[in-house]
């Protein structure tokens, strides 16, 4: 509303320079009129963008030309993290994509621990695929992640009711939608505090849990401290289904 562009002087002043952001690899494409026009064009199109010839030497081109930090997501194989260990790659983050590519790749709980033997303690190990309660991140960091991320569970704070419509630019709730019209549904105003609870009583979970364990924080969680219940009834620790590795067998550097 009016006075909210009033309060916020420099962010008008830059949407007023530069217009509305948009998707920069999106640009391109035609911006059709009809809204689901539109969103069948970038579900068709948006899958060319994977260059299928990006290969381990042009990575290491963009590490020599890159001055920052620079994090590598879609990790699942713990030779995969050694060598970009030894590309000078800064982190890199466990990832299956949410099943967006393969419904059938190896989740990331069950690829943290041969990635983490591969990178050492020492590197920043990041994992995401579904992550949505504190039990969930528990296991991760007990596995040997550093932190996760919980994008989907935040969509839920913010109103995502999964109508399956995000490729179509016809979100009812707004949440993933350019459309003036639909986007009035994201009340900002509402929706922040929302998810504002979530991390607050995620963050909440994740030290009670902790806290039952015996430790401080949860980075002192280590894998004897999680049981797995298996289908049989009976509880096993991750330490036995998961076993620390030997240091003599640590993988070699790329």
Known sequence: ??????????WLARLLSHGIP??????EMSQAQRPLAMANEIASTVGKGYDAGFDWGRLKQVRDRWPGRLI??????????????GLGVDALVVSNHGGRQLDGIISPLEAIPEIRAATGRDFM????GGFRRGADIIKAVALGADMCNAARAMLF????IQALRCHQNTC????TTHNPRLQRGLVVEEKFIRVANYAINMNKEIDMIAHSCGCRHARELRREHVRIVQTAGQSIALNVLYPY???????KSA
């Open 125 to 128: 190990v990041m994992a995401d």
């Open 1 to 10: 509303n009016l006075v909210d562009f009033l309060t916020h002087p420099v």
């Open 22 to 27: 948009v998707m920069e690899n999106l640009r």
């Open 157 to 160: 704070a913010i109103g995502c």
């Open 245 to 251: 590795p030997d240091p003599s067998t640590r993988l």
């Open 172 to 175: 009812p709730t707004g949440v």
């Open 72 to 85: 590598v997501k879609g990790v699942a194989r713990g030779d995969d993290a050694q060598a970009l260990v």
